[in-house]
């Protein structure tokens, strides 16, 4: 009998895994325990074993794809066998629930369906032109905008409206605009309120000829209206034009302090000719410029100097030349890696009460110590070993900080697995040192550098990753003094290890050089009290300056 392969569960926080690389093919023979492909999960690049004999009758899933855990990904069996109808029978297993879903939505559209073949076909933009009819919508006036409120209406209901005719002033997100509506006839219907807001592209008047029966255009809401054929790339010149005067600018200012009024559209033309605004008299509601007037403008022969000794700084501003630029970007697809990170910090960051407890510590005595320790250990340690040996003693004196949120208890763990965070090419990975407190320095040492090389080169295992206490967070290589960390959830705390810095400090009353790592103790309220957090940085700071007593 065909046997059904599909994506396995590789990790505790696995949705979804990329098919890396296939090492079968259709006809291929496989056994039990042969490595069939390689699966890219979130946190590293997994070996995908068979468990039955026989040959491989179909791959479902291609190089290079994203499935979600459970996915049907091959089918094996007897060569020759017929594996469609189990494959079938699979996948109508999964897909019984959508069908009933999907019959259960469309029942309950029905009664909306009829209401729209009543309703009649919608009416098309070459309808609305037959009809003399402009519906005018909410425009688009910022980048970020996706709704404005109608600040004030400066037409109602059965007045004439000309071409260039303000409507109304729009309060966007950014500043508070005029909106025209680029018809003539009369205002038939205005569709929202002062002081209400309107979705962009939405419905906010109809202007046509008088009397019209708009009851039509309304029924259909705020859906754009469809035209009966491809417009000619021609006529997109006009409405690039109209859109452009839709929107009103903040007034250009004269030298005399006067504001004036003129369309976007009027203003770069008048730039491109080098017209002054301020010499052309406007022609639409309140002297306000449009295209037209910047058209027809014809310019005055220039006032003949009264006097040639007039002082420098009446003359005309230097002219600041213009630097153009060119926008670049480049995009590529989220990572498996990269989305679990998102989902698993921001769950942390938003569920967890995160706050922070620093602390400063003099490094002088760890800095001999470690010569020393080097100079006899089989394996060269480092100061985030010794700090990861140290974070576990201290964790056996304070339990509290080495606990865990659980819902409806609280976990407080009697071992210490210390998780280091570690960067690599997609993210970021947090292999575990276990029992830790009870390991040697060269101990840690040898299995941190072993977690680093297997992180880079995509071969950490779940075992590898799974079960931490506690999280210790070091950027000090990267030359930062100080930061706060994400807990890495469920661990109630994350200490944050920022560089050792050579600063002035003061001894036995004398300013002298110093060496100061700061410390940065991210916990989760929860769990974690402030006395109980700063009793624990009290003790890591004591093993720190003194590193003898991680011998003992």
């Known amino acids: 009998m065909a046997e059904i392969v599909r994506m396995p569960k590789m990790s505790d926080t696995m949705t979804e895994g990329v098919m890396a690389k296939w090492h079968k093919k259709v006809g291929d023979k496989v056994k039990s325990g042969d490595v069939m492909a390689e699966v890219e999960t979130d946190k590293a690049t997994m070996d995908l074993e068979s468990y039955w004999d026989g040959t491989v009758l179909y791959i479902g899933v291609e190089e290079g794809k ?3 855990v459970d996915a049907i990904i091959a089918v094996i069996g007897k060569e020759g066998e017929d594996y469609k109808a189990a494959l079938a029978a699979e996948e109508g297993a999964a897909a019984a629930p959508a069908k ?6 469309s029942s309950s559209e029905k009664p909306a369906e009829s209401k729209k073949e009543t309703a009649g076909a919608a009416l098309t933009d070459a309808d609305l032109e037959k009809m003399g009819v402009t519906v005018v919508r909410m425009p688009l006036l910022s980048d970020t905008m996706t709704e ?13 409206v000309k ?12 500043a508070t605009m005029e909106v025209m509506g680029y018809a003539e006839g009369t205002l038939l219907h205005i569709g929202v309120e002062k002081g209400q807001a309107a979705k962009v592209n939405g419905i906010i008047a109809i202007v046509g000829p008088a009397g019209t029966d708009i009851s039509g255009i309304l029924s259909q809401g705020d859906a754009p209206a469809k035209p009966a054929v491809a417009a000619d790339k021609s006529s997109d010149a006009p409405v690039a034009e109209k859109a452009a005067e839709a929107i009103e600018e903040t007034p250009v200012s004269t030298g005399t302090g006067e504001r004036l009024k003129a369309s976007p559209l009027a203003k770069r033309i008048a730039k491109d000719k080098g017209i002054d605004l301020a010499q052309v008299a406007g022609s639409a509601d309140g002297g306000r410029i449009i295209k037209k007037d910047i058209e027809n403008f014809k310019p005055a022969a220039p006032a003949k100097t009264e006097s040639s000794s007039a002082p420098a700084a009446e003359k005309a501003a230097p002219v600041i030349p213009q630097y153009v630029g060119e926008e670049r970007f480049t995009e590529k697809p989220v990572s498996q890696m990269r989305k679990v990170i998102a989902k698993r910090l921001a769950e942390s960051l938003f569920t967890a009460p995160h706050f922070y407890l620093n602390i400063s510590i003099d490094m002088d005595n760890a800095m001999t110590a470690r ?8 394996v060269k340690v480092s100061f985030n070993d010794i700090i990861i040996k140290a974070v576990a003693v201290a964790l056996k004196q304070h339990p509290a900080v ?8 609280i976990r407080f763990n009697e071992h210490t697995n210390i998780g280091v965070a570690m960067a690599v090419e997609d993210g970021l990975l947090v292999p575990v040192v276990r029992f830790a407190d009870g390991k040697s320095l060269s101990h840690i040492s040898a299995e941190v550098k072993e977690y680093g090389q297997k992180a880079k080169a995509k071969k950490l295992q779940p075992s590898d990753w799974e079960g931490s206490t506690f999280t210790v967070s070091n950027l000090g290589m990267f030359g930062i003094d100080e930061f706060t960390s994400i807990i890495n959830s469920p661990d109630g705390a ?11 400090v003061v001894k036995n009353g004398a300013v002298v050089p110093g060496n100061v790592m700061k410390l940065s103790l991210g916990c989760d309220h929860r769990v974690v009290d402030g006395a109980t957090g700063a009793a624990f940085l009290q003790t890591l ?7 003898i007593r991680l011998l003992v």
Request: hydrophobic fraction near 40%; avoid cysteine.
């Open 402 to 409: 080495n606990s865990s949120w659980l819902g409806d208890k």
């Open 541 to 547: 700071k004591g093993l720190l300056e003194e590193p």
């Open 100 to 105: 009933e879903e999907k019959a259960a939505e």
């Open 66 to 68: 994203a499935v979600p």
């Open 371 to 378: 010569t020393a320790i080097n100079s006899v250990s089989p």
């Open 163 to 174: 071409d260039d005719d303000i409507l109304a002033d729009v309060e966007t997100d950014k």
């Open 148 to 160: 404005g409120v109608i600040a004030e209406w400066h037409k109602k209901v059965g007045d004439k």
């Open 494 to 504: 994350i200490l944050s290890v920022g560089a050792i810095q050579q600063i002035p």
